[in-house]
RNA sequence: GGACGAGUAGCUCAAUGGUCAGAGCACUGCAUUCACAUUGCAGGGGUUACAGGUUCGAAUCCUGUCCCGUCCACCA
């Protein structure tokens, strides 16, 4: 068969994911090894679950990392003989998504708030299919060879299902309550956001220094300050010793005469300020707790679109930065404003999506008691029975779940699972049903999964949302299955550009991983993707590198071309026959070739030598070193295989049968890295003499 | 303030206490009908951040210092 001289990607990728496709070998069911394997072998399972994709946009550098690691595990152990099953899926991603949506909404002129409920669910569900069907491709394209026909959505049925008996559950065991606790309002997407799901951010303002009867209190919010007639102050505190825990103190404020109670508390800091504060327990975490510890009376200010309320007065009805400025002239024509300091920095907390302030709020929303739900992930991990790659994230999870506070877990936006019995318009925190992911995947498959491969094998996601979601899937599983979820946590770092700066569509940096696959080759984006990248260390994306794997696969199928030429007729143990045959057809080589059934020193060196190759690049595949196995094989392959086992051919030196044996070797080797197009040359590679050829390499033999 | 990580060739990274610290990219010189110019051959480039210590032996372990990064918590 002629071969073009150059490896085109393009025209193989499809074709041979199609061919893979409808081998059926995606689907473990299917895989021969349930063959071969009689009851004398214990049938060894292998599962990951793919981090479900947003359906909300495309797929990303980081997806296709994901895609990547995930899919090298997958094949490697398929070709190892387990029975492998990686199960893929997206996620609904309520409060992302609904903000991208919003978005969008922005674009057209439309306001969520305008729209009915049902209406803006019944479009954004349109939206998230549309997108799934496009992430799909996107997953295809880089050669993940997933099972689809289990393929999960965060919002089928089943799934909310297993969601709602675990809430069921949580309530009957009286770990999720209803709580009129301080939360993160988002005054622009009208929602309650977690701990995580808030963004420190530096912040200049004024700082204003006002009289509040003999003392000066101090602060960056005086709009919140109507309400305010605790006066807190540290027990220790010498200079305030004359004043007593609950004393009445009658002073002018803001708006006339009120009466000030007096608090002590430990919560404050002697040395900020003057050491004395008032508390406004509606609108701040740590006034709402020292409210909390003393019994005191809470009132809003604020509501929840950033206006004030009544109880302001004159300065009702305005948003927060007009009132502010108002109420500081009055307080300075009462003669009760100290000194403005005027660029007093701070950090404030914003939401993680828009930026905007988050303002603290009181609402009745669903919690999680958590620290009964980390105490069993804390035993599992520090016996062991999961293991972080890389090893210093067990640190960083023990870390956070051995300070854990519950957990807010209902959003007030329709873009979700609907909290059950509960009032209209309340959904649960999208991590609460992703966080149940692996058993609620397996459990909904129809099949006997749940029992065959949980707990999974390697849970491989980024690090950075080792809290949001890895800790959650840890203690939600322990609780709902009393099993880990997982045995291995990969964790990877971020994507970078080719300088090393974090990709963001402001900085117009973004890497379109599909433009990189269309332009170089799936299989070279892979490799550019997985060399020099180790877990947890975040990876520089460079054009350049992957234009230098694109090389490497015309290398690839050169050589290939090459030896195919060569060993037209040669079979792995075809005879000496077989051989003549070949060295009559071709050119070369021009000495007597040695027969391929009596292998030289020279061959059985080389052979030799290979092994010990592969030995250490299995061993690397064991150990998660994706990196250096990648690396190796590379390095082998070009400048050892190619410039001198196939040069040394040339003279003679090293028989085609031995050419034939190592490049098949090596294609098994490359497959997890660039299935494509070591798929395409296997195809057409001779069937080994006394034996078959498997229908598609991705169900070949490792070769150890 | 706390936690975690990193500092090795111009760049991106390896090196599991044990040869002369290695790769890729980049760079320099040479080669050109040869499977491949998306190529081949040859080459330059290192005080492993710094200072001590442990050891027969340290990039690696310990202590300190200096930078860099990430995360968490925060002062009204």
Redesign the pocket.
């Known amino acids: 068969m002629e071969l073009p001289?150059?490896y085109n990607a393009k025209d193989v990728e499809d074709k041979i994911y199609k061919l893979w496709e409808e081998s059926g070998f995606f689907n473990p069911d299917n895989l021969p090894i349930n063959k071969i394997r009689n009851s004398k072998l214990k049938i060894r399972n292998f599962c990951i679950i793919m981090p479900p994709a947003n359906a909300n946009g495309n797929l990303h550098a980081g997806h296709a990392l994901v895609m990547t690691i995930e899919d090298i595990m997958t094949r490697y152990k398929r070709m190892r003989g387990f029975k492998t099953l990686w199960l893929p899926g997206l996620d609904h991603a309520g409060f992302e998504t609904q903000v991208v949506y919003e978005k969008k909404l922005e674009k057209e002129g439309r306001s969520r708030f305008q729209i009915e409920p049902e209406q803006l669910y019944k479009e954004i569900f349109e939206f998230t299919e549309n997108n799934k069907k496009n992430i799909k491709n996107h997953v295809k394209k880089m050669g993940a060879s997933c099972d689809w026909s289990r393929e999960k959505f965060t919002l089928d049925k089943d799934i909310i299902k297993v969601v709602y008996e675990t809430f069921e559950k949580l309530k009957k065991d009286k770990l999720v309550y209803r709580g009129k606790k301080i939360i993160n309002w988002c005054p622009k997407h009208q929602t309650s956001l977690s701990?995580?799901e808030t963004s420190?951010t530096e912040k200049t303002d004024k700082f204003y220094y006002l009289k509040y009867g003999p003392f000066t209190i101090?602060?960056?919010?005086p709009e919140t300050k109507f309400g305010d007639k605790y006066v807190v102050m540290h027990p220790k505190d010498k200079r305030y010793k004359d004043y007593t825990h609950g004393q009445k103190i009658e002073l002018e404020w803001i708006n006339g005469k009120i009466t000030a109670t007096i608090i002590k508390d430990e919560a404050?800091?002697i040395d900020?300020?003057t050491?004395v504060?008032t508390i406004t327990p509606w609108h701040d975490?740590?006034d709402f707790e020292i409210a909390e510890r003393h019994n005191l009376d809470k009132e809003q200010i604020i509501d929840f679109y950033g206006k004030l309320l009544p109880i302001a007065e004159e300065f009702s009805g305005m948003k927060i930065l007009e009132a502010r400025a108002k109420i500081i002239e009055k307080l300075q024509s009462k003669g009760l404003v100290e000194k403005i300091e005027e660029n007093y920095k701070?950090?404030v907390k914003t939401c993680y999506k828009c930026n905007s302030l988050i303002e603290p709020q009181i609402k009745e929303q669903w919690f999680l008691k958590m620290k009964p739900l980390a105490a069993p992930a804390i035993k599992a991990i520090e016996k062991n029975q999961i293991k972080f790659i890389p090893s210093?994230y067990k640190?960083?999870a023990m870390?956070w779940l051995k300070?854990i506070i519950d957990w807010n877990i209902s959003r007030q936006i329709v873009w979700g699972i609907p909290i059950p019995g509960d009032e209209e318009g309340q959904v649960f925190d999208t991590w609460f049903s992703s966080g149940q992911w692996p058993y609620a995947t397996l459990k909904t498959t129809g099949k006997n999964d749940f029992k065959t491969f949980f707990p999974t094998d390697v849970m491989e996601t980024g690090g950075?949302i080792i809290f949001f979601w890895v800790s959650r899937m840890i203690m939600l599983s322990l609780y709902t299955t009393k099993k880990i979820p997982f045995k291995n946590v990969y964790l990877h770092g971020m994507v970078l550009d080719a300088k090393?700066q974090k990709m963001s569509k402001s900085k117009g940096n973004v890497i379109n991983p599909l433009e990189l696959a269309e332009k170089y080759g799936a299989d070279a984006l892979r490799m550019g993707l997985v060399v020099?990248n180790?877990p947890g260390?975040?990876?520089?994306l460079d054009e350049?590198?992957i234009k230098?794997y694109?090389?490497f696969?015309?290398?690839i199928w050169?050589?290939s071309?090459?030896v195919l030429?060569q060993t037209a007729e040669v079979s792995l143990r075809g005879g000496s026959e077989a051989t003549d045959v070949a060295i009559q057809s071709n050119?070369?080589p021009r000495r007597s070739a040695p027969r391929n059934d009596r292998l030289t020193k020279k061959d059985k060196r080389i052979l030799n030598d290979f092994k010990k190759q592969a030995k250490e690049i299995t061993?690397?595949m064991d150990?998660y070193?994706f990196?250096?196995a990648a690396?190796k094989i590379y390095?082998y392959f070009?400048?050892t295989f190619?410039?001198k086992i196939?040069?040394d051919s040339?003279k003679g030196e090293v028989s085609q049968a031995t050419l034939l044996e190592i490049l098949t070797d090596c294609l098994k080797i490359l497959h997890p890295f660039m299935p494509f197009i070591t798929e395409e040359i296997y195809q057409q590679l001779p069937p080994p003499a006394g034996g078959k050829k498997q229908k598609c390499l991705m169900i070949e033999k490792w070769i150890l």
């Open positions: 001289s150059q701990d995580l420190d101090a602060t960056a919010r404050i800091d900020f300020g050491g504060m975490a740590t701070h950090i210093h640190k960083i870390h300070n950075d090393g020099g180790t260390t975040s990876l520089p350049n590198k230098g694109r090389n696969a015309n290398k050169n050589a071309r090459f030429q050119r070369l061993k690397d150990n070193r990196y250096s690396e390095h070009w400048h190619c410039d196939i040069e040339k």
